[in-house]
């Protein structure tokens, strides 16, 4: 019921995608505008990709970590904690000088990208496995269009309007404090105004004898010991790889091969994300429709065919010359 908020379900749905979509927005609030920080910096196109690759490391790490603790504290309280925390560095961006504190500071602003990991817990432990598909792949659709929706905002809105008052340089040195306010503010207020799951918050049912203490060590081994987990590991690397490699990369690419503007590249770029609104959801329906018909099989029939699809894709994409078709 995409329009209800009322708790305990609905509420939860929309929290989780309106902080990943904010966890977004932190993590790739600077990448539009990486083409102005190389300039300012001095430093090479190696040491962009350097802080590409920083900014992804972190929410590995994170994400391994963060999973056995949703099982024991749930996902609410790591969700809004995490979003805080990826805040700060995010604010403080404006502060580097140099291609190694680029880096450093991209590593700590994406541990903020973990913040999926709550996303999928949460809408997971709400709905049953009829409409799990969906409501899951709708959380992490709208939450991923914020990869989208940063290129523009940052890109295309905040860019110039702070440049109205300030150098390019200050521009981008101080834009960023917005994303991180929008962060914070979110990350305290979900807190506050949600719940873990369907019967109330965790430290309350295991007051309240509902619900067993969990063990987190116990929990990380049991999930890395399926084969299973390891099969998506690898297919989740080759999708969301490429996902993530479009989002800190595109407007670049789009500036340098095309002669574009800063603001035009990434107007450009944000297309990319703004398929979230429609192409995410659509998986996880088709996921849900062929699970119907077919069970399991039929959601791993949904997954192979549209990862074989993106492969087709990204060749066509690498080898095409032509604005227009890089766009389609």
């Known amino acids: 019921k995409l329009c209800n908020f009322a708790r305990p379900h609905m509420r939860a749905f ?16 600077i990448a539009p505008l990486l083409s102005e920080v190389k300039l300012t910096l001095g430093i090479s196109k190696q040491d962009i990709w350097t802080s590409h690759i920083s900014s992804v490391a972190g929410t590995i790490f994170m994400r391994f970590l963060l999973g056995p603790m949703c099982d024991k504290f749930g996902a609410r309280i790591l969700m809004g904690s995490v ?17 190694t504190t680029l880096a ?23 709905f049953a496995k009829e409409v799990v598909g969906t409501a899951n792949a709708l959380c992490g659709g709208w939450g991923n269009l914020g990869g989208g929706v940063t290129q523009l905002v940052m890109g295309s809105v905040l860019f110039p309007l702070f440049k109205q008052g300030m150098s ?6 101080t834009v960023s404090i917005v994303p991180a306010c929008v962060g914070f503010l979110t990350g305290y207020m979900i807190i506050k105004i949600a719940d873990d799951c369907p019967k109330g918050n965790y ?21 890395a010991m399926n084969f299973n987990t390891w099969l998506l590991f690898i297919q989740y690397a080759c999708c969301f790889g490429v996902e993530l490699t479009m989002n800190n990369a595109s407007a670049s690419y789009f500036k340098s091969t095309f002669n574009l503007t800063t603001e035009s590249a990434a107007a450009i770029a944000s297309i990319f994300g ?3 609104l429609f192409a995410r959801g659509l998986g996880g329906f088709l996921s849900d429709k062929m699970n119907a018909k077919a069970g399991m ?14 492969g087709v894709m990204v060749l066509i994409f690498a080898r095409t010359k032509s604005l227009g078709l890089s766009i389609v």
Request: proline share 2%; with cysteine.
């Open 14 to 29: 929309h929290c989780s995608w309106w902080c990943f979509f904010v966890a977004f927005f932190i993590w790739f609030a």
């Open 83 to 99: 979003l805080m925390a990826a805040s700060i560095p995010c604010a403080l961006i404006g502060l580097v000088n140099s291609a």
């Open 104 to 126: 450093a500071t991209r590593f700590f602003i994406g541990l903020g990208g973990s913040t999926f990991v709550m996303c999928q817990y949460w809408s997971t432990s709400m």
């Open 168 to 173: 390019a340089e200050m521009a981008w040195r």
């Open 203 to 223: 430290k309350d049912m295991k007051e309240n004898g509902i619900m067993p203490e969990v063990s987190a060590a116990a929990s990380f081994r049991d999930g």
């Open 274 to 276: 703004w398929m979230n």
């Open 297 to 310: 099989r039929g959601r791993l029939w949904v997954q192979i065919i549209l990862l074989l699809l993106e």
